[in-house]
Structure formats: structure tokens, C-alpha cells
């Protein structure tokens, strides 16, 4: 947390004297080996156990009944929870088929699978798998709309779009290529049918707020490198040291948070806030070609 520097040396102290003893490990355990090298590149409590559960059914063989037991529980939930995972990203691959996005609009990511992830990695309980699918279709346009807006359409296309978005009104579209018109429709659409879901649920129409909530978006990505380097005059490594500074200082706000007796927001948030921030390096460690090949690696095991 802020202020206890010296959980940072001891961090560092650990992680030194666990990689000194890999080659020993690999000589006489090769199974503590295995968790410790695991570790080191992906700490627990910056891993999503999802992601890891499956890499421990096989950790530690033991002859302890209790031990077994509980791998076999958890081999059991891993199943089940699986299936439902299975079915949710069905449920999410045949709404993105029907609306028809991805044949119109050939230009824009077409990844519904990595889509969901965001959601299964913040609503973690099973109960949660309507709400899981209803995240999932929003995360999906702010893919789509952000691939409009920076490979697709022309500068008068673009102040077009943004104020049909702003005035919801589809008279607003009518000068818009077909790409737009189909884009629009289905946002308002997936818009319209997550405010009746939680009217009939709560009581309460959130259409207005949803609608303001997409008016607000200004369409700017800023790069912090790009930032610091020309107000500051630096470098590209002296901008990644002072990113990386600045991750882990959020790191030590999110943990006090989360551990606080009376902490500012309910658990749900803040579990759905550690998991996000735990996802965030999976989504965007690119390898030379573009990919994600650790975020592969863990769908594959997880689906």
C-alpha cells in the first residue's frame, strides 16, 4: 500500500532470491519449480484466478485426502463454470452475428470472444450470466465505434455521426453511409433493450443516462508517452519508468481500498475493479505481429 516502502524492497529481495533458486528447483521439484517460475512472471494477486486455476490441478501431487479433495472440488466448479462461460459467449457470437455488424462494417474488429472476457473477468459470480452477455454487447461497440472513427470515415462523416449519436434521432442519419446508419441502429437498439431489461427489474429507466453516457465520449485517445515526452521534453524510456511508477502507485490505491474496514464502494466494485485492472496487461501485451498470444493461451485453457 502508500506509504510501506519496504514491502517494495522485499518484493524485489524475494524475487531476486526465488529466481536464484530456479536451477535447484528444476533439479529436485520440478512441481514447486513449475508454481514459482509462474509466479515470478504473473503474481497472484495480480493474476485473475480464472486464468490460473486450471495450471494448479497439477501442482503439488500429494497423498493428503483433504488436499485431493478440494483438487477435485475445484476441478468440478472449473467444469461447471466452464460450461456457462461456453454458453454465454454462444449466446454473445450469435447477437453479433444477427445485428450484422461485422459483414457490414468489414473494416472493424470482429473479436466477440475477447470482447467477453472484459465482462468475465468483472462480473465473476455465475449468478451474473445475463449481465455478463448485456456488458459484453456494449464493450462490443466501443470497439466498433472507435475503429469507425480511427480507419474507417472522413472528418465530415465522423461530426455527422457524432451528432446523431448526440441527438438520438434517426432524421440525423439520413446523410450517413449505410456502415454508419446500420451502426447506429444497433447501438440504439442494444440501448433501448438494456434500459426495458432493468426497467422491468428495477423499476427505473435508465435511457437517458445510458444516451448521455455515449454523448460525453469526446473520441480522444491520449497517449501518455506522447504527452510526457512533449511537455516534458524526455525520452521514451524516461515516459515508461514514470508509467510504470505511476501503475504501481494505483496499484497500492486500489489494494488500501480494498482492504479498508469501511472502504468508499460495495465488494462487488471493488473485486470488479481489481479484476479489470488485473486484466488490463492481458489486453494489451501485443507481440510483434499484432497479437496477443498470453490472452490466447488463457482462452484456449479457460473455454
Not at 480507419?151 to 465530415?156: A, F, G, Q, T
Not at 521514451?236 to 489494494?255: P, T
Request: glycine share 2%.
Amino acid at each position: 500500500m502508500e506509504g510501506e516502502n519496504i514491502l517494495d524492497e522485499a518484493a524485489l529481495f524475494s524475487a531476486q532470491h526465488l529466481e536464484a533458486s530456479m536451477t535447484h528447483l528444476h533439479r529436485y521439484d520440478q512441481y514447486q519449480a513449475k508454481f514459482v517460475a509462474t509466479t515470478l512472471q504473473n503474481p497472484t494477486h495480480k493474476s485473475l484466478s480464472k486464468f490460473t486455476a486450471k495450471d494448479l490441478f497439477g501442482v503439488y501431487p500429494s497423498e493428503n485426502g483433504y488436499i485431493n479433495l478440494f483438487k477435485q472440488l475445484a476441478k468440478v466448479e472449473f467444469t461447471r463454470v466452464q460450461s456457462l462461460h461456453r454458453m454465454e459467449i454462444d449466446k454473445v457470437t450469435r447477437w453479433w452475428r444477427d445485428i450484422g455488424l461485422a459483414k457490414e462494417l468489414t473494416f472493424a474488429r470482429d473479436q466477440p470472444v475477447k470482447w467477453y472476457i472484459w465482462s468475465m473477468a468483472c462480473l465473476t459470480d455465475p449468478i451474473l450470466s445475463k449481465q455478463r452477455v448485456a456488458l459484453t454487447k456494449s464493450i462490443s461497440f466501443i470497439y466498433v465505434i472507435d475503429d469507425i472513427f480511427d480507419i474507417y470515415s472522413s472528418l465530415d462523416e465522423l461530426i455527422l455521426f457524432t451528432q446523431a449519436v448526440s441527438s438520438w434521432k434517426y432524421s440525423a442519419m439520413e446523410k450517413l453511409p449505410d456502415s454508419m446508419k446500420t451502426c447506429f441502429k444497433a447501438l440504439d437498439n442494444m440501448i433501448n433493450e438494456s434500459s426495458h431489461t432493468i426497467y422491468q427489474k428495477r423499476g427505473w429507466n435508465p435511457l437517458h443516462s445510458l444516451r448521455k453516457t455515449d454523448e460525453n465520449q469526446e473520441g480522444h485517445d491520449g497517449s501518455y508517452v506522447e504527452c510526457y515526452m512533449k511537455e516534458l521534453g524526455g525520452s521514451v524510456e524516461d515516459a515508461r519508468e514514470e508509467m510504470m511508477e505511476k501503475i504501481s502507485d494505483a496499484w497500492k490505491c486500489l489494494n488500501k481500498e480494498c482492504i479498508l474496514r469501511n472502504p468508499a464502494f460495495p465488494p462487488p466494485f471493488l473485486k470488479a475493479s481489481l479484476n479489470l485492472a488485473r486484466l488490463v496487461p492481458l489486453m494489451y501485451n501485443y507481440d510483434h505481429n499484432q497479437r496477443l498470444p498470453h490472452l490466447e493461451e488463457h482462452i484456449k485453457s479457460l473455454l
